[in-house]
């Protein structure tokens, strides 16, 4: 039965909402700062800065000077975490999203408020299918099931008793409607499942004869999926399987470099919409097929400024609200949400694809890193994984890059790196090897993507010849000075570039 004409009608006047805030955007966005700060000034962090909602966005800037990131709040989560209330955020909180995009520690908190579930990530969700619905009124969504695909919940000890702590996806799925659950598949228990060895063939077997129309979640994920499903039933196209697929939702990484891959298993008639769905919030959707860019939420429960780059570094930046952006423009992304983040900058560069309707691209991080799997690899975890692999195995390096190897038809996507040894290990293959360990033991996001092998295999190394760097810097006119060869980039324009000059 096809309930999607029954639902429709519901979702077109979220979507059409989104058009009552062009030529608004400053008057919405200091509604919902106005809204924060009547939460905020009755939390003790907030106290202690004298938040106050009649200051409006000038008194917010003097309350709190400068934007922060999670070093500066560590202490205070942590408090959180031990059950005090009002710290950061009315109440108390008990569910945080796990996650390693730091270099101070192995993991940072997230605090997930049960405001920030019911007004930002259910509420972005939403946003997802209504514009999918407003930009295909042909759609079939509710005839079928969607296949959620999500993460689990950590399985260390939590940091205190009654604390859940793990994937965001994990407690989204965990508090959902239990209505949806009529609509979506797999079981939570499956769905939760913390061990992909057993996660795997159960996401196959629970997914393979339902009517499935649409599957939400990170393209790097699901393409393992779906060729499980695809051996299972002995088909080489997913819509033998599911014929009623038809739109991917997804998010947490790029696309781009799975188009291909996805085309090859999928009909010409698929579709796909992205959204920008982090642990921090959910901040934009795309909500038009014109254009690159994903439409900011403004009335999700995030205030947003925006710090322009050539002010990046500077001891005192000063970040710019949405409504004073300028189009074409990169900028480093400061949020203040209702899970408790305040003037918080999660890391990501958006750029601005258009001021009014405010849409915005994914530029990056602000950060050498590599994320082309959800594993944020941050330089200080290769660095200090590095490190402890040649204290260990006696060796020394000069200089060294990584960069991803995406999956093909036939293998799973890895990372490759560049090193340039001062003196060399005693083995190539069992250096490569412990590194790959010390990676996973520094990072958690990257020990989960290499359990068991079902997402990443191990990481491959190629021994640089003696100036193979300094040959790349010469090449680029940066030789010299304190110019430095790029540790960890999510693409392989470097390391492309180094390996060629390996050769000669």
């Known amino acids: 039965m096809n309930f999607t004409p029954l639902a429709r009608p519901w979702f077109i006047h979220k979507s059409e909402r989104t058009l009552s805030w062009r030529g608004r955007v400053e008057e919405v966005q200091r509604r919902q700062l106005d809204l924060l700060l009547e939460r905020g000034c009755r939390t003790k962090w907030g106290a202690a800065r004298g938040l106050d909602p009649r200051g409006g966005y000038d008194g917010f800037r003097r309350a709190i000077p400068q934007p922060q990131a999670y070093p500066e709040i560590r202490e205070w989560v942590m408090r959180m975490i031990g059950g005090e209330p009002d710290v950061l955020w009315p109440g108390v909180t008990r569910r945080y999203a796990q996650s390693s995009g730091t270099t101070d520690g192995k993991s940072k908190y997230i605090p997930i408020t049960d405001d920030s579930l019911r007004i930002n990530h259910y509420e972005g969700g939403a946003q997802v299918v209504a514009h999918y619905l407003h930009l295909y009124p042909d759609s079939r969504l509710f005839s079928g099931k969607g296949f959620i695909l999500g993460g689990s919940y950590a399985n260390e000890l939590p940091p205190s008793p009654g604390v859940k702590v793990g994937d965001l996806s994990a407690t989204l799925i965990d508090c959902i409607n239990p209505l949806v659950n009529l609509a979506r598949v797999p079981s939570k228990r499956i769905a939760l499942m913390a061990d992909w060895q057993q996660k795997l063939p159960a996401l196959i077997e629970a997914s393979l004869h339902q009517n499935i129309t649409n599957i939400s979640g990170v393209p790097s994920w699901f393409l393992t999926v779906l060729k499980g499903v695809m051996q299972r039933a002995g088909v080489e196209c997913i819509h033998d399987v599911w014929p009623n697929l038809e739109v991917f939702f997804h998010g947490g990484i790029s696309m781009l470099p799975y188009r291909a891959q996805y085309a090859r298993i999928t009909r010409p008639t698929m579709r796909y ?231 000669e």
């Not at 322009?308 to 570094?313: C, N, T």
């Not at 810097?473 to 999510?490: E, I």
């Open 273 to 503: 919409l992205e959204s920008y769905n982090a642990s921090e919030g959910f901040f934009a959707v795309q909500d038009t097929l014109d254009s690159p860019g994903m439409l900011l939420l403004l009335d999700c429960g995030v205030f947003y400024e925006f710090i322009p780059l050539s002010q990046l570094h500077t001891d005192r930046p000063e970040p710019l609200p949405a409504w004073q952006v300028e189009e074409g423009q990169v900028y480093s992304l400061v949020i203040t949400a209702c899970n408790g983040l305040w003037r918080y900058t999660p890391g990501d560069t958006v750029r601005v694809e258009s001021v009014d309707p405010l849409r915005i691209t994914i530029a990056g991080r602000t950060k050498s890193y590599i994320n082309a799997f959800g594993e944020e690899l941050m330089v200080g975890n290769a660095e200090a994984a590095m490190t402890r692999v040649c204290r260990d195995m006696g060796c020394s390096v000069v200089n060294y890059t990584a960069a991803p190897v995406y999956a093909s038809d036939s293998t799973r996507g890895r990372h490759e790196w560049v090193v340039e040894f001062g003196v060399e290990p005693r083995s190539i293959a069992e250096f490569a090897s412990s590194l790959d360990r010390a990676l996973q033991d520094v990072n958690s996001d990257y020990q989960a993507k290499r359990a068991h092998g079902i997402f990443l295999d191990p990481l491959t190394v190629v021994k640089g010849r003696p100036g193979v760097f300094d040959d790349w810097l010469a090449s680029t006119g940066k030789l010299g000075g304190q110019r430095k060869v790029p540790r960890l980039c999510n693409d392989r324009s470097v390391i492309d570039a180094v390996l060629k000059l390996n050769q």
